[in-house]
């Protein structure tokens, strides 16, 4: 008899452990899946990509309704914030999504260990008191914020937060000022913004979204400061103090110089996210961590120990959800002894915003740097579908390499750009030249017909510019 418990023990139920779980089972592995939140689901369903998401749509809507884009095309409504409905509305998304993972986990013949869980060496956890014996362990804990020296966050309170404080908000705040302007700042900050709160975002570098193409940064900022958030780039925050129910921020320019303050009801920490390893007892596996505190792995996912694997916001690359579950399904898949491979180069990234942000593949800057390129655009306002949605703001841009003509990266601020990147991230894999994208009909009147427009400008001969 097998001296292990389990073929896989996965820890953590995020979108790279519950998918990595479901994935070992289906190919017979006997697997267990340990998680310590009350919920299955990770960050993403709890306190992440999906209630976030929920805030968003919703508030979408009322703002809509506020701002006169609905009474633009003959719908007369002056609407009411109902907050608590709202805030209910979100709860009930995570509940249904995070029990569904609990159901899939059953049909699956899944585990779920309960509890929180302590490597005793590289073949054994510890949960609650109990230890079990895996022939494989799959990390994927995750991460959590990174906290800001000098600005306590106290989620409680509701002074200042970090995401999950800032989705469990219960009164619209007058002045949110949130630190960062990354992807959760923006996001975060468009709701409550949406909602009537004025939003201050303070940004270290000098301009919002680093990471993304260039120009895109450039147009996202000019399109968030039209709808009234107000940014200081180029600005640290040193410290907070919470004084009669407001917080005040001590604010220095990024390159030295004299501090000034600036006073909030709600302050959003979002400078970033740490990988999960505390607690762990990695030592006791033989494990180390590298200096940005995560687990290095080979491409198959395998870390330096034998048996042990790690995947999602634990190891190096982007912090998404999508990018955690393709790691969860080839990592389960190499462990069956089948062949699991990401593409790392090919994995979109979006921001829910209004307009929504998207990108799959090199920035300008980055294919510039590779070799010479030829670059196509579109804008959003020659778009029929745009244009007849009232929604004319963005552009597609289409990088390709100069010589073979071979997609490098294809950038969209669009209503739907996040809908919209799938078929250039597809195309991508299969190779796609600019000329592949321009020669596929695409559906008239879309959006989507904006990709196929700037592909075709990619050699100067877009129709409807
Ligand atoms: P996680 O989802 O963090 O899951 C790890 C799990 O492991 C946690 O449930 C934790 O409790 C558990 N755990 C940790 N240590 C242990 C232990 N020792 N024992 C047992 N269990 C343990 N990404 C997107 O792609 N799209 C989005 O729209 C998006 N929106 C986001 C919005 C917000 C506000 C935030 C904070 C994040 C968002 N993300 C989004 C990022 C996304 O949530 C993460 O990239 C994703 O959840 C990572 O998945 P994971 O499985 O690696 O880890
Ligand atoms: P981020 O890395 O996107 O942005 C953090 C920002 O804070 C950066 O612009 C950085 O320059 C700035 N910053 C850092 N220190 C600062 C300081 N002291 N003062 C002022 N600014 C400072 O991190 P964020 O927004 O916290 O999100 C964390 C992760 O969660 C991201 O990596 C993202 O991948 C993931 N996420 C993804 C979403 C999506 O896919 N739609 C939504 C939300 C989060």
């Given at each position: 008899m097998s001296d292990f418990d389990y073929d896989l023990l996965v820890i953590g139920a995020g979108p790279g452990g519950y998918v990595a779980a479901i994935r070992g089972a289906q190919l017979g592995l006997k697997t267990a899946c340990v998680e310590g939140?009350?919920?299955?689901?990770?960050?993403?369903?709890?306190?992440?990509c999906i209630p976030s998401k929920a805030l968003l749509h919703a508030s979408e809507y009322f703002e809509a309704a506020k701002n006169g884009t609905m009474a633009s095309m003959g719908i007369k409504v002056t609407p009411e914030l109902d907050l608590d409905a709202m805030q209910g509305q979100r709860l009930d998304s995570v509940k249904g999504l995070t029990a569904g993972i609990e159901y899939l986990f059953k049909k699956n013949k899944v585990e779920w260990l309960k509890g929180y869980a302590t490597f005793s060496d590289k073949n054994s956890v510890t949960v609650d008191g109990k230890t079990y014996r895996a022939k494989n362990i799959l990390i994927a804990t995750g991460s959590s914020v990174t906290p800001l020296p000098g600005v306590d966050v106290d989620n409680e309170a509701g002074i200042i937060v970090d995401s999950t404080g800032a989705l469990e908000l219960a009164k619209v705040p007058d002045h949110l000022v949130v630190i960062g302007g990354g992807v959760i700042g923006l996001e975060l900050g468009s709701v409550w913004r949406r909602l009537g709160a004025k939003v201050t975002v303070v940004e270290y570098l000098d301009q919002i979204l680093p990471g993304m193409d260039g120009d895109v940064r450039k147009e996202a900022n000019k399109i968030f400061k039209k709808q009234g958030v107000e940014f200081k780039l180029s600005t640290k925050v040193t410290g907070a103090e919470v004084k009669d129910g407001k917080a005040v921020l001590t604010l220095e320019p990024a390159a030295g110089g004299e501090a000034s303050t600036l006073e909030a009801d709600v302050v959003l920490v979002a400078i970033g996210r740490k990988p999960n390893t505390d607690g762990l007892g990695l030592d006791k596996a033989g494990l180390t961590t590298n200096q940005r505190g995560q687990i290095e792995t080979d491409h198959d996912f395998s870390?330096?120990?034998?048996?042990i694997w790690a995947i999602g916001d634990v190891v190096p690359g982007p912090m998404l959800a999508h990018k955690a579950e393709d790691e969860g399904i080839a990592c389960a898949e190499n462990i069956a002894g089948l062949t699991g491979i990401v593409n790392h180069d090919v994995i979109p990234s979006v921001v829910y915003t209004y307009p929504e942000i998207a990108g799959v593949g090199l920035t300008e800057e980055a294919a510039k740097e590779r070799g010479a390129i030829k670059v196509g655009k579109f804008p959003m306002m020659a778009n029929s579908r745009a244009k007849t949605n009232h929604e004319p703001d963005g552009f597609v841009k289409v990088i390709a390499d100069a010589e073979t003509d071979r997609v490098l990266g294809v950038w969209a601020i669009a209503t739907v750009a996040g809908t919209m990147i799938g078929q250039a991230a597809q195309a991508m894999e299969f190779g796609a030249t600019s000329e592949d994208i321009a020669y596929t009909c695409h559906a008239h009147p879309t959006h989507s017909e904006a990709i196929k427009e700037a592909a075709m400008a990619v050699t100067g001969k877009p129709i409807h510019i």
């Open positions: 939140r009350a919920t299955l689901g990770g960050t993403c369903l709890n306190v992440g870390t330096a120990v034998h048996g």
